[in-house]
């Protein structure tokens, strides 16, 4: 008896919202016509944009699906790795992992906000950021990156959903990807109040249950970011 292949998993129907929330987000200036990434936690996979892809008019041949734990994926018999390879995910992927492994099922949209990554600049010259009064894994990360940085919105939309706004250094990312990360963090040890981070010089990564959820705290994030550097300019 001849056993019928499994399905492979359809997934065209969430392109469709995706696409939605990138063309907002090239509209609003937040990417250009080929930076950025975007990607879901769909039960054990996560649905990401291929390397070098444009997300204008994103198709589904514009997304890979890798599994969230290839490791476990493997000890069942699996070979995602060669998969992988194949279908060129994201070369952020690994990020969107930690990111995902913590918050399952979000969208994680990565971006590069002009005003933000502007921000993340010009911050540690204007003053030092403080984190004695931090929880004890922040003042830990900032022991192991001193380049730890923080954005505290002064306007009262962005402080009322977050109050503060952690820039970390590119070593940290580098780390996350490269499997080096010393200290035993998750993401959700460290970003409890908002689903919102910044790269210093790089650009954000935020998520949320919907795609049109992480768009929002990007926007936050990029209208806070403008007015602290207009405060800064008088």
């Known amino acids: 008896m001849i056993k019928n292949k ?3 998993p359809e997934y ?5 919202e995706l696409g939605r929330v990138c ?18 936690g769909i039960k054990k996979s996560i649905l990401i944009t291929k390397t070098g892809k444009s997300l204008i008019d994103l198709k589904p041949s514009d997304f890979t699906a890798v599994p969230l734990d290839p490791e476990k994926q493997s000890r069942n018999g699996l070979n995602p790795a060669k998969s992988m390879r194949a279908s060129e995910p994201s070369s952020e992927l690994e990020v969107h992992k930690f ?6 099922g979000s969208t994680v949209f990565h971006s590069h906000p002009v005003n933000a990554i502007a ?3 010009v911050l540690n010259k204007k003053r030092a950021a403080k984190f004695k ?8 990360l900032h022991a192991e990156y001193p380049g730890l940085d923080k954005i505290t ?7 009322y959903f977050f109050p503060e706004i952690y820039i970390l250094p590119l070593k940290f990312i580098e780390d996350i990807k490269s499997g080096g990360l010393k200290l035993k963090l998750q993401a959700k040890d460290m970003f409890k109040e908002n689903g919102v981070f910044m790269i210093k010089s790089h650009g954000s990564f935020s998520w949320g249950p919907t795609p049109l959820e992480a768009l929002r705290w990007t926007m936050s994030l990029e209208a806070s970011s403008e007015i602290i550097l207009k405060s800064l300019s008088f």
Do not use: C, Q, W
């Not at 065209?12 to 469709?16: A, D, E, G």
């Not at 990111?99 to 399952?104: A, E, G, H, N, R």
């Not at 919105?153 to 402080?159: G, K, L, T």
């Open 153 to 159: 919105p002064v306007d009262f939309e962005s402080a």
């Open 99 to 104: 990111i995902l492994k913590s918050f399952p």
């Open 133 to 140: 009064s931090s929880p004890l894994v922040i003042r830990k």
């Open 12 to 16: 065209s129907k969430y392109v469709s």
């Open 23 to 40: 063309k907002i987000a090239f509209d609003k200036g937040l990417i250009d016509t080929h930076s950025g990434n975007i990607s879901m």
């Open 119 to 121: 921000l993340s600049l």
């Open 6 to 8: 499994p399905k492979k």
